[in-house]
């Protein structure tokens, strides 16, 4: 440190009034918020990538192929859909992947901008509203989303299990249902006034009966009845036959088709309003 | 610049703070002084325009921060008491992200984050990540981050708390030129030395009331002697001897370690308590500071 106390900080000043303009961050806040976050994430870049390309490829040696490999053959003609069980699995693979991604993003930076740094309070505390912050934070949610799912689209393209033709929609569905469900993590995320474990909560009791119980597998209707609700509830469910009927042509109903479009963007309406909510009362209180 | 009539905030049923009135002229430096809890903090918040008032009128840079928080606090400064810098980031991207904020070109922004890291003294550290910073040095890197939209009124809740004296005098000496320069300074502290070298006007508060308002000078002239005599007669001793001094100065102060007689004439007084037949163990005659003043206002200790 300088020990010259009386050097001249030379330091330009024409004032607020004329160099801030309110707005700009009034129209483009929700950008400054993601382009945090995204600087943010950058620094994780290499782990992103490893664990985005890296999980799949286990995923797919291990289940896929062992036990796709063991399913196929002993279903042999009577295959499920008359696919090969790779196919079959493909898309539930990328609706956890988006999930998953999406998820991510929202529920650790939601603690960090909260509670751990109270970087949240920082940002509001410029022209940043609650509102911007929370469509800032899913938007960087949502880049993430998408580069997780098409990394794994990128694997099970490698594997066979999926065309080229179809990653668009499923790159769409599965997008789509990480939105859906992140928005909701990222209000209920807000609502919790510190981890204490939570998390890990919602990832047992939450997160893995929905990867378990959603016709990841199996088709759903092969369940008990008493548990098939829980597919029905999930928007794990919802990509993974949306995703079936638009990739390999599993047949489907159309008021189903319809369903399964509207459960995300219900989903995402009702996450969206909880968390502009909570957002704008923890930060106002 | 900032107006506040009868602003109250209330978490639950516990009035934080109780319907205070004061006003903030441009260009000058107002300082909020008060004990633990008294409020200095959720006033801070309201003024800049991000924590909800539950009651009262409150006009900044003749807005009302209800209807127009974001126009507002565009043209604001804050340094919050808690730093909340990104740990993740660089010391450089903190400023360069909170400028983003305010919607600053990444142009303009290259050029301010090397003024600001100049003025904060982390020019070596730019490419820390601020979790790497000492404390004082992460406060720095808070006051320079609220400087990056060259603010209409800077707002400093106890901006010094964790800086070393020298930082501080610096610290100081910038302040006194962003002042020069026009800028609108509210500033908390618990340093009364800092509330006499940078106030103008200082507003002192206690359980979420104002107790008292004025320059420092006014206050010290209203609320306490010209001289201070402290004796000290052992921490054991103090009290009892304390009964004895009663009648002797204006006003008697009882500490733990010593006892204050606020005095027209310190070396008087002393005179008065030798002829009692009383020894400190030391005594010394001083002028009065805001120091007095705080005491006298938010003291439980009074013995008038
Ligand atoms: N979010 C909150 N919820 C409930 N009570 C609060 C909240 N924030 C502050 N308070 C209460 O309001 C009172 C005033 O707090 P404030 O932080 O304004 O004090 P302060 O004058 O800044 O004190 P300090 O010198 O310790 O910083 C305290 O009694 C505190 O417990
Ligand atoms: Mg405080």
């Not at chain 1, 912050?133 to 580069?147: D, E, Q, S, T, W």
């Not at chain 2, 006892?259 to 009065?288: C, D, F, M, W």
Request: glycine content about 10%.
């Amino acid at each position: 440190m300088s020990m010259d106390l009386s050097t001249d900080n030379k330091m330009t000043w024409t004032g607020a009034k004329n160099i801030v303009d309110p707005q700009v961050s009034i129209r483009r806040g929700a950008l400054y918020v993601a382009e945090n976050r995204i600087r943010n994430m950058l620094k994780w870049w290499s782990s992103i990538i490893a664990f985005g390309l890296g999980n799949p490829t286990l995923y797919l040696l291990s289940i896929g192929i062992g036990v796709g490999t063991l399913v196929d053959n002993s279903l042999g003609p009577n295959a499920i859909d008359g696919v090969s069980y790779l196919t079959f699995l493909a898309p539930a693979l990328l609706a956890t992947a988006g999930i998953q991604g999406a998820m991510d993003e929202v529920t650790w930076p939601t603690m960090e901008g909260f509670v751990w740094d109270r970087t949240f309070f920082s940002m509001n505390a410029t022209a940043i509203t609650g509102n911007q912050i929370v469509n800032g934070v899913m938007l960087a949610a949502m880049a993430r989303c998408v580069l997780q799912v098409f990394l794994y689209e990128l694997c099970l393209l490698a594997f066979g299990a999926i065309t080229l033709e179809s990653m668009p929609i499923l790159l769409l569905v599965s997008s789509l249902a990480g939105l859906g469900f992140a928005s909701l993590m990222l209000a209920f995320s807000a609502s919790i006034k510190d981890d204490d474990g939570v998390f890990a909560l919602v990832g047992r009791f939450v997160i893995t009966p929905m990867f378990m119980f959603s016709g990841t597998f199996y088709p759903i209707t092969s369940m008990p009845i008493y548990l098939q609700w829980i597919g029905w509830i999930s928007p794990q469910w919802h990509a993974t036959n949306l995703g079936r009927a638009l990739s390999y042509g599993m047949p489907i109903e159309s008021w189903l088709l319809i369903l399964h479009w509207s459960v995300f963007l219900i989903m995402a309406v009702i996450g969206f309003a909880w968390a502009h909510r909570v957002f704008t009362r923890r930060l106002e209180a | 610049m900032i107006v506040a009539k009868g602003l109250t905030k209330v978490y639950g049923d516990f009035k934080a703070v109780d319907g205070i009135d004061f006003t903030v002229r441009r260009g000058e430096s107002f300082g909020l002084l008060g004990p633990n809890g008294a409020g200095k903090s959720t006033t801070m918040k309201m003024i800049a325009s991000t924590s909800q008032r539950s009651g009262g009128d409150l006009l900044i840079l003749g807005k009302d921060p209800n209807k127009h928080g974001p126009e507002i606090r565009a043209h604001l400064g804050v340094v919050p008491q808690q730093d909340n810098l990104d740990r993740e980031l660089k010391v450089w991207e903190n400023l360069m992200i909170y400028g983003r904020y305010f919607g600053l070109s990444r142009k303009f922004l290259k050029g301010k984050i090397e003024e600001l890291l100049e003025f904060a003294q982390l020019g070596e550290k730019r490419n820390n990540k601020t979790e790497e910073l000492s404390g004082g040095m992460k406060r720095r890197l808070t006051i320079a981050r609220g400087l990056v939209n060259e603010p209409e009124i800077l707002m400093l809740d106890e901006p010094t708390t964790g800086l070393d004296p020298q930082a501080r005098h610096i610290l100081w000496d910038r302040l006194f030129r962003l002042k020069e320069l026009g800028v609108t300074l509210v500033i908390t502290t618990h340093y009364m030395d800092e509330a006499e070298q940078l106030c103008d006007r200082l507003m002192v508060m206690d359980k979420g009331k104002i107790m008292a308002e004025g320059s420092p000078a006014e206050l010290i002239k209203k609320y306490s002697s010209k001289e201070v005599l402290e004796v000290r007669f052992g921490s054991e001793n103090n009290a009892a001897v304390a009964k004895k001094l009663e009648g002797i100065g204006e006003r008697l102060e009882i500490l733990p370690d010593r006892i204050l007689v606020y005095a027209e004439n310190g070396e008087k007084a002393l005179e008065q308590i030798v002829k009692k037949g009383l020894h400190p163990v030391t005594s010394l005659v001083r002028r009065s500071s805001l120091e007095d003043v705080f005491l006298r206002l938010t003291g439980r200790t009074l013995v008038d």
